[in-house]
């Protein structure tokens, strides 16, 4: 079955188990229906679809992975309609996010796993695990402690509608829990359908599962010691070994499967790059980071890469350099395209994983690993672009600028600027006595357009360093977390409250469990 029709039976599938099982805080007896169907009868294909689209759209939403996630970690600013750029976030949005996790994608990966079990079939339960701990992963490092042990059981025989929340010290240990049991459970699977982000690839499965595992060992690194853990993985395990591991679900080219921010760009032009980001791969680079031609349009009026500082006042941002909306630079193609990569894990952020492991003793290789994995990472994050010839279209701009510089005219271009990167760039020589600052910010430059994963990084690492908006709100401070839902406090005030009191105070401001430190 072809990639649309696959979409279209998900959709239509997923309505009728929408109002089968769909729960109410009012009456449980809504929620009994004799016509419903039964695990046994329901289509894990179409669960499976249905939990990779709705996991990767809200992910990558428009208002909160750019505009809470991108815009905050300083990719995207906003230059008009500023609030969220200025650390108002609206709640109608994170209560959207919110009921997106639980009640869509993560209900349908834990119908999925339900339906793995009962019908004893390993490859569904494994892959349910692995997007279960994925969309959970995101829930409590946006919000802190959620809720996890009690959570998607709404449609169960004895329901639950108001979960308790679990800390996210217990989350994650569950998590990798999940991760190690589901690349067990992928040796030998059976053949699965509705696979929208691997084709059925079952081995691409175990190297995503343990390749996440890295992400949460590391990311809960400064609580608990993940030494043992990671050699293991890194010694014994599959993981991601060249970029066409990626984890990325490939939109489709027309609505409503293409991407999100290709749909907000049908009727909104609100986005444009940071100029925090074009400063450091082009403005200020010694000689530029050729990223930047993908990152970034080149501006309207002076045909030049500019960016514009984040959290202006909405008057100012539109009057930025007298017009900002054409003298600054828009998001590029490659990432409003319909059929733009909806990323959710990289082989670039593998290998930064591993060269800050390396770094900090968890594994062992020192500088010497660290230094490969480093470089390694910084050419799979350009190449990343390339698989499909977008990046060297983009430098053509620079061609006659490259052929001043001694390139072949009959030359790959390419090529030409990843050795013109190399030697003038100053980014890509590995300095040990910096290497942990170098690694971070290198990070964060290859999660451009994962705005999510950047900022929970950025939280964690504190680099690169970076000044909070011109206009912003939250006392001068860059968020690092959102607000619980007010939809929570309606439905679920007990356990919410005493989620809050174990935390602190429900702001902006409130660290997660693992976010001890402003940097290493």
């Given at each position: 079955m072809n990639r649309n029709k696959i979409y279209l039976a998900a959709a239509s599938f997923l309505m009728l188990i929408f109002f089968s099982v769909s729960c109410t805080q009012d009456f449980e007896?809504?929620?009994t229906n004799s016509n419903a169907p039964s695990l046994s009868q329901a289509a894990p294909d179409m669960l499976l679809t249905n939990a990779i689209e709705s996991m990767t759209d809200r992910v990558h939403n428009i208002f909160l992975g750019h505009e809470m996630g991108s815009a905050w970690v300083q990719h995207m600013a906003k230059v008009q309609y500023t609030d969220e750029d200025r650390y108002i976030p609206r709640m109608s949005v994170i209560n959207a996010a919110w009921s997106s996790f639980y009640a869509s994608s993560g209900m349908d990966a834990q119908l999925l796993y339900d339906i793995g079990v009962e019908t004893n079939n390993a490859s569904y339960q494994a892959i349910a695990l692995i997007l279960k701990s994925y969309i959970v992963s995101v829930v409590t490092d946006e919000w802190g402690d959620v809720p996890y042990s009690e959570a998607f059981l709404g449609a169960a025989d004895e329901a639950v509608l108001s979960p308790v929340y679990d800390t996210q010290a217990s989350i994650y240990t569950a998590l990798l829990a999940n991760l190690e049991q589901a690349s067990t459970l992928l040796d030998g699977g059976a053949a699965i359908g509705g696979d929208i982000l691997y084709d059925g690839d079952l081995m691409a499965w175990k190297k995503f599962a343990n390749s996440l595992s890295l992400r949460l060992l590391m990311r809960q690194s400064d609580k608990v010691d993940p030494s043992?853990?990671?050699?293991?993985?890194?010694?014994?395990?599959?993981?991601?070994?060249?970029?066409?591991d990626n984890a990325a679900l490939i939109y489709l080219g027309a609505a409503p499967n293409n991407h999100p921010f290709n749909e907000n760009r049908k009727s909104r032009d609100d986005h444009r790059v940071s100029n925090t980001i074009i400063n450091y791969l082009y403005t200020d680079a010694p000689s530029p980071d050729y990223r930047v031609v993908v990152y970034a349009e080149l501006a309207a009026n002076s045909g030049d890469w500019v960016g514009i500082p984040n959290g202006m006042l909405s008057a100012s941002a539109g009057q930025y350099l007298g017009n900002g909306l054409a003298e600054t630079s828009k998001i590029g193609e490659y990432f409003t395209r319909a059929n733009a990569p909806g990323?959710?894990?990289?082989?670039?952020?593998?290998?930064?994983?591993?060269?800050?492991?390396?770094?900090?003793?968890?594994?062992?290789?020192?500088?010497?690993?660290?230094?490969?994995?480093?470089?390694?990472?910084?050419?799979?994050?350009?190449?990343?672009?390339?698989?499909?010839?977008?990046?060297?279209?983009?430098?053509?701009?620079?061609?006659?600028?490259?052929?001043?510089?001694?390139?072949d005219p009959a030359g790959d271009i390419y090529d030409f600027g990843w050795v013109d990167f190399v030697d003038w760039g100053g980014t890509y020589a590995y300095d040990p006595a910096n290497g942990l600052e170098q690694i971070a910010t290198q990070k964060w430059v290859a999660m451009f357009d994962q705005g999510l994963q950047a900022a929970?990084?950025?939280?964690?690492?504190?680099?690169?360093?970076?000044?909070?908006?011109i206009d912003g709100e939250n006392g001068g401070k860059i968020p690092v977390r959102a607000y619980y839902p007010s939809d929570e406090a309606a439905r679920n005030p007990t356990n919410l409250s005493a989620a809050v009191a174990a935390q602190g105070t429900d702001d902006l401001n409130t660290r997660v469990w693992w976010d001890v430190a402003d940097n290493f």
């Open positions: 007896e809504i929620n043992a853990a990671m050699s293991a993985i890194f010694n014994g395990s599959d993981i991601f070994s060249s970029n066409g990323m959710l894990m990289s082989y670039a952020e593998l290998l930064f994983i591993k060269a800050e492991a390396a770094a900090r003793g968890f594994i062992s290789g020192g500088d010497a690993v660290a230094e490969e994995a480093y470089q390694a990472g910084i050419k799979a994050s350009w190449d990343q672009y390339n698989a499909d010839g977008t990046f060297a279209d983009a430098l053509g701009v620079w061609e006659s600028t490259f052929i001043s510089w001694g390139m929970f990084e950025w939280r964690r690492t504190g680099y690169p360093a970076l000044t909070p908006a």
